[in-house]
């Protein structure tokens, strides 16, 4: 119940910012050109409250998934004069696009702000950064593996990034579902070149890869009392530099191999101040579904290194840059069939998402979710659909070839086939997005 009301929250506080900053990218530039706006709503339904200032009415509305800016005649209709002076109708039709086009446009320009905000004023990276991106520990049995990738190589080219960094991979192994995507590895100071079938579902890990994050040995915080490490002997302070002879460094990496290994006896080489490494041989206790030792470690450290303005624009540049590519790309895919339309996610998946965001340790998580959804927002509503920014640009712009307005009754037959297919896509959306909620994920098993 907490995680579904955090995910709530989350999803409410951040649709209702990302809907604001869009209806003003409309509000600004119909007003730049001496447009009416009769009203400024945030949601839809019934008023909760609202005031009016000048000739515009300000409100919030029952239900929050969405928002509009109401203009004088933005589409004429019985009672609509569209010879008023500040009639959306009686103004050029290079104004009315640019009015369509100035929500996405404020969508864009937030996501670049938080994405510069948090590149110039946070910034985290780990307290000791290693410098390249090695493999700490490769799944069996997984992609990875399949592909050739091993233990200690080194990540130089993946699809087509060169030096990636991890969450680059990630991004790009989720755009690039049941996919074979080329990448080089550097293995003893010689050069890889393989190829991974990435899977149809990530599941928040990279194929079966374990980055390596950190340099030195695992940390023990504390030991569970009567655990499988309490019997070994393992106690708060200790540092296990390997399992079975593999080296370890992160203590997700060690879990991994545990479950792989399906409880077998591990022996680790455990380091303990002012002594020499012993070996400890300890049989894990199975946890529900999960095999454990049965003690904590200390969390990894991370530091904020702020990045000089110029950098932190360039970053945030970067970001954008790659995050609209790869949306449009996914959607391109989607239409094309080569990715199954059961990997967008709608409300319920964006809530999960900003839910799991909102728990997580740091601010990345948290300011890449926002410019993210923000992207998102402004791409969406570019696409040709009613309702949607991109259907007024798309009819602007043929009547701008035509010369002259398109037939009312052609209009609205249109409109009518648009959102009849608009509605059922949505449908779809949300019942592949509870689909996925771990409560009937788990039923479907």
């Given at each position: 119940?907490?995680?579904?009301?955090?995910?709530?929250?989350?999803?409410?506080?951040?649709?209702?910012?990302?809907?604001?900053?869009?209806?003003?990218?409309?509000?600004?530039?119909?007003?730049?050109?001496?447009?009416?706006?009769?009203?400024?709503?945030?949601?839809?339904?019934?008023?909760?409250?609202?005031?009016?200032?000048?000739?515009?009415?300000?409100?919030?509305?029952?239900?929050?998934?969405?928002?509009?800016?109401?203009?004088?005649?933005?589409?004429?209709?019985?009672?609509?004069?569209?010879?008023?002076?500040?009639?959306?109708?009686a103004h050029p039709r290079w104004?009315?696009?640019?009015?369509?086009?100035?929500?996405?446009?404020?969508?864009?320009?937030?996501?670049?702000?938080?994405?510069?905000?948090?590149?110039?004023?946070?910034?985290?990276?780990?307290?000791?950064?290693?410098?390249?991106?090695?493999?700490?520990?490769?799944?069996?049995?997984?992609?990875?593996?399949?592909?050739?990738?091993?233990?200690?190589?080194?990540?130089?080219?993946?699809?087509?990034?060169?030096?990636?960094?991890?969450?680059?991979?990630?991004?790009?192994?989720?755009?690039?579902?049941?996919?074979?995507?080329?990448?080089v590895v550097e293995r003893n100071?010689?050069?890889?070149?393989?190829?991974?079938?990435?899977?149809?579902?990530?599941?928040?890990?990279?194929?079966?890869?374990?980055?390596?994050?950190?340099?030195?040995?695992?940390?023990?915080?504390?030991?569970?009392?009567?655990?499988?490490?309490?019997?070994?002997?393992?106690?708060?302070?200790?540092?296990?530099?390997?399992?079975?002879?593999?080296?370890?460094?992160?203590?997700?990496?060690?879990?991994?191999?545990?479950?792989?290994?399906?409880?077998?006896?591990?022996?680790?080489?455990?380091?303990?101040?002012?002594?020499?490494?012993?070996?400890?041989?300890?049989?894990?206790?199975?946890?529900?579904?999960?095999?454990?030792?049965?003690?904590?470690?200390?969390?990894?450290?991370?530091?904020?290194?702020?990045?000089?303005?110029?950098?932190?624009?360039?970053?945030?540049?970067?970001?954008?840059?790659?995050?609209?590519?790869?949306?449009?790309?996914?959607?391109?895919?989607?239409?094309?069939?080569?990715?199954?339309?059961?990997?967008?996610?709608?409300?319920?998946?964006?809530?999960?998402?900003?839910?799991?965001?909102?728990?997580?340790?740091?601010?990345?998580?948290?300011?890449?979710?926002?410019?993210?959804?923000?992207?998102?927002?402004?791409?969406?509503?570019?696409?040709?659909?009613?309702?949607?920014?991109?259907?007024?640009?798309?009819?602007?712009?043929i009547e701008s070839v035509l010369?002259?307005?398109?037939?009312?009754?052609?209009?609205?037959?249109?409109?009518?086939?648009?959102?009849?297919?608009?509605?059922?896509?949505?449908?779809?959306?949300?019942?592949?997005?509870?689909?996925?909620?771990?409560?009937?994920?788990?039923?479907?098993?």
């Open positions: 119940m907490e995680e579904f009301l955090i995910s709530l929250a989350s999803f409410i506080v951040l649709m209702a910012i990302m809907v604001v900053v869009h209806e003003l990218g409309h509000f600004t530039v119909a007003k730049l050109f001496g447009i009416r706006v009769e009203s400024f709503s945030i949601g839809f339904g019934p008023r909760l409250f609202g005031f009016k200032r000048g000739e515009t009415l300000y409100k919030v509305c029952l239900l929050p998934l969405g928002g509009y800016v109401k203009m004088t005649a933005e589409t004429p209709a019985a009672g609509e004069s569209a010879n008023h002076p500040g009639a959306f109708s104004q009315r696009i640019l009015v369509g086009l100035g929500g996405p446009a404020a969508n864009f320009i937030l996501a670049f702000t938080i994405m510069t905000f948090y590149f110039g004023w946070i910034n985290e990276v780990p307290a000791y950064d290693l410098g390249t991106k090695t493999v700490e520990w490769v799944m069996p049995g997984t992609a990875a593996e399949q592909a050739g990738i091993e233990p200690g190589d080194i990540i130089r080219h993946f699809d087509t990034i060169e030096s990636p960094g991890w969450q680059q991979v990630y991004v790009r192994m989720s755009h690039d579902l049941n996919q074979a995507v080329p990448l100071g010689k050069t890889v070149q393989l190829t991974i079938q990435v899977p149809s579902k990530l599941d928040g890990d990279l194929a079966g890869i374990l980055p390596q994050y950190l340099s030195g040995p695992i940390e023990i915080a504390d030991v569970a009392p009567g655990s499988p490490a309490a019997k070994a002997g393992l106690r708060s302070g200790d540092a296990i530099e390997s399992a079975d002879g593999h080296p370890f460094h992160a203590f997700s990496a060690l879990l991994a191999y545990l479950q792989a290994e399906n409880g077998k006896p591990v022996s680790l080489i455990v380091v303990r101040q002012n002594s020499a490494p012993n070996s400890v041989v300890v049989l894990p206790a199975k946890v529900e579904d999960s095999w454990v030792l049965g003690f904590v470690t200390a969390p990894i450290a991370t530091r904020r290194a702020p990045l000089r303005l110029t950098r932190a624009l360039s970053k945030a540049k970067q970001f954008c840059m790659q995050g609209s590519t790869l949306i449009v790309e996914m959607l391109k895919q989607v239409a094309t069939h080569k990715v199954s339309a059961m990997q967008l996610s709608g409300p319920v998946g964006i809530a999960r998402m900003a839910g799991e965001a909102a728990e997580m340790k740091g601010w990345y998580s948290k300011f890449y979710m926002a410019a993210e959804i923000s992207m998102n927002l402004g791409i969406i509503n570019l696409l040709p659909f009613p309702i949607l920014d991109g259907w007024l640009i798309l009819l602007l712009l010369r002259h307005n398109i037939n009312r009754v052609v209009k609205e037959r249109a409109y009518q086939a648009g959102l009849a297919l608009l509605l059922f896509f949505f449908g779809f959306i949300m019942v592949s997005d509870v689909s996925k909620l771990p409560m009937f994920s788990n039923m479907l098993k």
